[in-house]
């Protein structure tokens, strides 16, 4: 059974010359299937056009990230609504709130998420969410619409247990990307792991960010890429004291469940 990528930011410019590469590298290593993230305008339009591409095999979300939150207009919210009409977009996101860096001021952020929460409750979809250094905030709004949403996933969870647990008992899901692999502030989430539950853990890259320390030989570009997924898999199902064909299938099956992928 082959893995799916539910986070890979294929439109970045870092994949503009290789993507088909990229590509097969990815099927060589048991990644079947991806989830394009749309963080913009444009590359939400972008993420489409990829996953049209790859009929099957790509799919994509449509979303402003809350880095972008200060370019977020009408006639983006009108692309994001347009983009979650079609059939290729299985997610509203990537949306949220980050305070890590705050290249957008936080209040136009927290309407910017909700602006994005409402379009999926409009569309009865999934939501793809990032919370970086912002889980009271982000937590309190999520709750508003969580009722309203059909599937809410957590992407690259890095927070504490307790904000884990927040997210579980708000039935969230949960995405782990290869930041469990960094010894020196992912170490957390080697024992948090076991707390999630098989239907609500998928599994992710984010790449072309966040390569795994543990890769042995790093590429010299420090590019992560889907094919990676594997390694990643690997060291999640050795966490939670499973073998590596007993995660693949509960996240695949979690996986689809979540974003309407048939099997
Ligand atoms: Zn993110």
């Excluded at 939400?44 to 996953?51: G, I």
């Excluded at 059939?87 to 952020?109: C, H, K, M, W």
Aim: glycine share 6%; proline share 5%; charged share 30%.
């Amino acid at each position: 059974m082959d893995l799916i990528d539910i986070g890979a930011n294929l439109t970045h410019e870092s994949f503009h010359q290789d993507l088909d590469a990229v590509l097969a590298r990815a099927t060589t290593h048991g990644v079947g299937r991806m989830i394009v993230t749309g963080a913009s305008r444009e590359g939400s339009e972008h993420a489409l056009l990829l996953a049209r591409a790859s009929e099957g095999r790509l799919f994509a979300t449509a979303g402003v990230h809350p880095h972008h939150a200060i370019d977020y207009d009408e006639a983006t919210h009108d692309t994001l609504r347009r983009l979650a009409a079609e059939p290729e977009v299985r997610a509203v996101g990537e949306t949220g709130l980050d305070y890590n860096r705050n290249f957008s001021p936080r209040d136009i952020q927290r309407a910017v998420f909700e602006r994005q929460l409402g379009i999926a409750v409009e569309f009865g979809m999934p939501v793809f969410l990032h919370q970086r250094d912002a889980h009271e905030d982000f937590i309190a709004i999520l709750r508003q619409y969580r009722d309203r949403l059909p599937a809410a996933v957590v992407h690259c969870f890095t927070d504490t247990g307790e904000a884990l647990r927040d997210y579980l008992d708000l039935d969230c899901h949960i995405g782990i990307t290869g930041w469990i692999c960094d010894e020196r502030r992912g170490a957390h989430l080697r024992d948090l792991v076991r707390e999630i539950p098989a239907n609500r853990l998928m599994l992710e890259t984010d790449a072309p960010y966040l390569l795994p320390r543990t890769i042995r030989p790093a590429p010299k570009d420090r590019r992560n890429e889907p094919m990676y997924l594997a390694h990643i898999r690997d060291e999640i199902a050795r966490d939670r004291g499973e073998s590596p064909e007993t995660l693949t299938a509960s996240s695949v099956r979690t996986t689809e469940a979540f974003f309407n992928l048939g099997s």
